[in-house]
């Protein structure tokens, strides 16, 4: 399992990043990247002190950090593969892809496998739509993708 | 001389194994003790041949693609460090048909050098329209772009002009240029290309927008799945800033415009203008209530020009070689060059710039060369999740705005996803209704609940459950969504479901197979 660090360090890196950000115009965003950066994910013990340094109240800060796919409430595996399930790469057989990479994996979209090495998430597009069907592995773009590729990064994220 | 090898840095060459290609070119230039300068540069755009790798000879550049790590030894044994003959061998780039038969404006550059490198931005003529903008009025630079016919990019075709004439006309303390580099749009990777091939256009083109409507702040919303193109941005950013483009005197002229790059955080949503707005103010990507419009009240209530990456893009061309060279390119109403973005079950996939005009038809089956797989087409998406979906008997419609909506589709961003015979055009209708449904900001009701009922009606369908009454339930639910959503997300899902029923009626009736099938 991944370690949590204490509510009072949370605290004290949060109040870091925002008077990092705080001046830029519009902080909210930059300020939030910067939180899941720096914790991999965006922690319930930040909300309050992001509220406090930006003037907003919990409320809006939660109803922002809720509104985005991007911000997870708790950490994400060692690895997070995210497979392409928008149109482009449906015309060339994404579905199949991602059932087949489930199975592998044993998990589902949004889940993480029980070791904890990988998360797997659908997106709706890599603007990689002429080498579908593609896939985000931890940043790194991957086109094209068959069964062969999956077996790499299955085997690669397993590791 | 030392021996120039361009291996492209573009996420698209990327994920098809640049970075390989360059890991065994770098190894075997090492073994063979051979001194060569290894620049990364931008896609052209031919994504069917990358990653391809090209050589500057004495004769000009020599194209190999698309090329494997495997291949790289016997490139070496071939001599093409002096463009000798191997089976990826593809003779002078711009002789290859795919990238010979575009108009090249917009994307003129891309590609083709190191995109950070400012003096090679110069070269090819780069920041030739700034410095004609910035000894201009104000007026004649709004003018100029007006005269152009240059519509928005981004998909709703908005004459670009008659936007920054608004902003121009109000006052205000503080304007805004904001760059919509949201491109969530599947099967459009145009905006990702010049972000990663050209970056400097795009800042040129906001700059020119700030000194025509006395923004002096841009800043340019890109999604979070293009980490590419963020850094590339940032870092072109900052060059800009170091040699004087971006500033308190922009090419030294008394005009101020700085800019800032932004990352969203995964809602496709946010690509609507208003949304991204709220978003840049650090609020839920709610869409707002138009009037008022964001020219008079957009980023924290101030003046605001919000225009896509294509638009802005456009712009230093414009104000280089003049309104009417722009002009001269298209057809109607829909002047200058267009982006096609060729994606999805095809051949020839990539990026395709020419003038309005082609048919879809000549895009599919010339330019695209039919199916990947090889099958017949059997439906084109055009214009992203929110583009309907074409038949063959509509290939004939010619690539502009006004005809596409004719018939009922729009041309959006201009991506174009085409799909072969194993498409189930009930099942792409399902998904654009689900996908409203995920990416709803929920603001208003046509869109948030009449997606997700919309999903429900046609699982009704596909299960043989009342069909005709399902159909016409679909249909109504279509008109509502149609026309009482806020904003396009809503208001065009309608599209590929609408045009799924009425092109492809037989994928939607009972069918005893189908039945028979689960």
Same mark, same amino acid.
């Given at each position: 399992?991944t370690?949590?660090?204490a509510s009072?360090e949370i605290?004290s890196?949060?109040?870091?990043i925002?008077?990092e950000l705080k001046?830029?115009?519009g902080?909210?965003?930059?300020?939030l990247?910067?939180?899941?950066?720096?914790f991999?994910?965006?922690?319930q013990?930040?909300?309050?002190?992001?509220?406090?340094?930006l003037?907003?109240?919990?409320?809006?800060?939660?109803?922002?950090?809720t509104?985005?796919h991007?911000?997870?409430?708790?950490?994400?595996?060692r690895?997070v593969?995210?497979?392409?399930?928008a149109?482009?790469?449906?015309?060339?057989g994404s579905?199949a892809?991602?059932?087949k990479?489930k199975?592998?994996?044993?998990i589902?979209f949004?889940e993480?496998?029980r070791?904890?090495s990988?998360?797997?998430?659908?997106v709706?597009c890599?603007?990689?739509c002429?080498?579908s069907?593609?896939?985000?592995?931890?940043?790194e773009?991957?086109?094209?993708?068959?069964?062969?590729k999956?077996?790499?990064?299955?085997?690669e994220v397993?590791s | 001389?030392?021996?120039?090898?361009y291996?492209?840095?573009?996420?698209?060459?990327?994920?098809l194994g640049a970075?390989k290609?360059?890991?065994?070119i770098r190894?075997?230039?090492a073994?063979?003790?051979i001194?060569a300068?290894?620049v990364?540069?931008?896609?052209?755009g031919a994504?069917f041949?990358e990653?391809?790798?090209e050589?500057?000879?004495a004769e000009?550049?020599?194209a190999?693609?698309p090329?494997?790590?495997?291949?790289v030894?016997?490139l070496?044994d071939?001599?093409?460090l002096?463009?000798?003959?191997?089976?990826?061998w593809?003779?002078?780039p711009?002789?290859i048909p795919?990238l010979?038969?575009?108009?090249r404006?917009?994307?003129?550059r891309?590609?083709?050098?190191?995109?950070?490198?400012?003096?090679?931005?110069?070269?090819?003529g780069g920041?030739?329209?700034?410095?004609?903008?910035v000894?201009?009025?104000?007026?004649?630079?709004v003018?100029q772009?007006?005269?152009s016919g240059?519509?928005?990019?981004?998909?709703?075709?908005?004459?670009?002009?008659i936007?920054?004439?608004?902003?121009l006309?109000?006052?205000?303390e503080?304007k805004?240029?904001?760059?919509?580099?949201?491109e969530?749009?599947?099967?459009?990777?145009?905006?990702r290309m010049i972000?990663?091939?050209?970056p400097?256009?795009?800042?040129e083109?906001?700059?020119?927008?700030?000194?025509?409507? /006395?923004? +002096?702040? $841009?800043?340019?919303?890109?999604?979070?799945?293009y980490?590419? %193109?963020v850094a590339?941005?940032? @870092? *072109? &950013?900052?060059f800009?800033?170091?040699?004087?483009?971006?500033?308190?005197?922009?090419l030294?002229?008394?005009?101020a415009?700085?800019?800032e790059?932004?990352v969203?955080a995964?809602?496709?949503?946010?690509?609507?203008?208003t949304?991204?707005?709220?978003?840049?103010e650090g609020?839920?990507?709610?869409?707002?209530?138009?009037?008022?419009l964001?020219?008079?009240?957009g980023?924290?209530?101030?003046?605001?020009v919000i225009n896509?990456?294509?638009s802005?893009?456009?712009?230093p061309?414009?104000m280089d070689?003049?309104?009417?060279?722009?002009?001269?390119?298209?057809?109607g109403?829909?002047?200058?060059t267009?982006?096609?973005?060729?994606?999805?079950n095809v051949?020839?996939?990539?990026?395709f710039e020419?003038?309005? /005009?082609? +048919?879809l $038809?000549e895009i599919?089956?010339d330019?695209?060369?039919g199916t %990947?797989?090889?099958?017949?087409? @059997? *439906? &084109?998406?055009?214009?992203?999740?929110?583009?309907?979906?074409f038949?063959r008997?509509?290939?004939?419609?010619?690539?502009?705005y006004?005809e596409?909506?004719k018939?009922?589709?729009?041309?959006?961003?201009?991506g174009i996803t085409v799909?072969?015979?194993t498409a189930?055009?009930?099942k792409?209708a399902r998904?654009a209704m689900?996908?409203?449904a995920?990416e709803?900001c929920?603001k208003c009701?046509p869109?948030?609940?009449?997606s997700t009922?919309?999903v429900?009606t046609?699982d009704?369908?596909a299960?043989?459950?009342?069909?005709?009454?399902n159909?016409?339930?679909?249909?109504?639910?279509?008109?509502?969504?149609k026309?009482?959503?806020?904003c396009?997300?809503?208001?065009?899902t309608p599209?590929p479901?609408?045009?799924?029923i009425t092109h492809?009626p037989?994928?939607?009736k009972?069918?005893?197979?189908?039945?028979?099938a689960e």
């Amino acid at each position: 399992m991944t370690m949590q660090p204490a509510s009072t360090e949370i605290q004290s890196r949060t109040a870091a990043i925002i008077q990092e950000l705080k001046d830029l115009e519009g902080p909210l965003l930059p300020i939030l990247h910067g939180i899941q950066e720096e914790f991999g994910h965006v922690p319930q013990d930040a909300v309050p002190v992001i509220a406090d340094g930006l003037n907003l109240s919990r409320a809006e800060v939660h109803g922002v950090v809720t509104f985005y796919h991007d911000f997870r409430a708790r950490p994400a595996g060692r690895h997070v593969l995210k497979l392409c399930q928008a149109e482009a790469c449906q015309s060339m057989g994404s579905d199949a892809i991602a059932a087949k990479v489930k199975q592998l994996l044993g998990i589902d979209f949004h889940e993480t496998t029980r070791d904890g090495s990988v998360t797997l998430e659908p997106v709706y597009c890599l603007g990689l739509c002429a080498c579908s069907p593609s896939a985000m592995l931890d940043g790194e773009v991957i086109g094209r993708l068959d069964d062969e590729k999956i077996e790499e990064i299955v085997a690669e994220v397993r590791s | 001389m030392i021996p120039r090898i361009y291996i492209p840095g573009d996420s698209g060459a990327l994920a098809l194994g640049a970075e390989k290609v360059a890991k065994a070119i770098r190894a075997e230039l090492a073994e063979r003790g051979i001194e060569a300068k290894i620049v990364r540069n931008g896609s052209r755009g031919a994504y069917f041949l990358e990653p391809m790798v090209e050589v500057a000879t004495a004769e000009g550049r020599v194209a190999y693609g698309p090329v494997k790590p495997s291949d790289v030894k016997s490139l070496f044994d071939s001599g093409f460090l002096k463009g000798g003959h191997h089976k990826r061998w593809l003779g002078a780039p711009d002789k290859i048909p795919f990238l010979a038969k575009q108009t090249r404006l917009t994307f003129a550059r891309c590609g083709i050098n190191d995109p950070l490198s400012l003096d090679a931005y110069k070269s090819l003529g780069g920041l030739k329209g700034l410095q004609n903008a910035v000894a201009m009025a104000p007026l004649d630079i709004v003018k100029q772009v007006t005269e152009s016919g240059l519509r928005g990019r981004g998909g709703a075709g908005f004459p670009t002009g008659i936007k920054w004439k608004t902003v121009l006309d109000t006052a205000g303390e503080r304007k805004y240029i904001v760059c919509n580099a949201d491109e969530g749009d599947s099967a459009t990777f145009a905006d990702r290309m010049i972000m990663e091939g050209d970056p400097f256009v795009l800042i040129e083109g906001m700059a020119i927008a700030g000194i025509a409507t /006395g923004a +002096t702040k $841009g800043f340019v919303y890109i999604r979070s799945e293009y980490p590419h %193109a963020v850094a590339v941005m940032n @870092k *072109a &950013v900052e060059f800009a800033r170091k040699a004087g483009v971006l500033g308190v005197n922009v090419l030294g002229s008394p005009n101020a415009f700085d800019m800032e790059i932004r990352v969203g955080a995964g809602a496709y949503v946010c690509g609507e203008e208003t949304s991204l707005l709220n978003s840049l103010e650090g609020k839920r990507g709610v869409v707002r209530a138009k009037p008022p419009l964001p020219a008079i009240q957009g980023l924290f209530g101030k003046p605001t020009v919000i225009n896509n990456v294509i638009s802005l893009a456009s712009v230093p061309i414009i104000m280089d070689k003049g309104a009417a060279f722009y002009k001269d390119f298209g057809m109607g109403r829909s002047r200058g060059t267009i982006p096609i973005q060729i994606a999805g079950n095809v051949k020839h996939g990539g990026l395709f710039e020419t003038a309005f /005009g082609l +048919t879809l $038809g000549e895009i599919v089956d010339d330019i695209g060369g039919g199916t %990947a797989t090889g099958r017949p087409v @059997k *439906a &084109v998406q055009v214009g992203g999740p929110l583009g309907a979906y074409f038949p063959r008997a509509l290939f004939d419609t010619p690539f502009d705005y006004e005809e596409f909506a004719k018939r009922d589709g729009l041309i959006g961003h201009a991506g174009i996803t085409v799909f072969d015979d194993t498409a189930d055009m009930l099942k792409q209708a399902r998904f654009a209704m689900e996908f409203c449904a995920i990416e709803s900001c929920g603001k208003c009701t046509p869109c948030r609940i009449g997606s997700t009922r919309g999903v429900e009606t046609i699982d009704r369908l596909a299960a043989g459950i009342e069909p005709e009454k399902n159909l016409a339930l679909v249909t109504d639910l279509c008109n509502t969504m149609k026309f009482g959503s806020l904003c396009a997300l809503g208001g065009f899902t309608p599209y590929p479901v609408m045009s799924s029923i009425t092109h492809f009626p037989e994928d939607f009736k009972p069918a005893p197979a189908r039945v028979a099938a689960e």
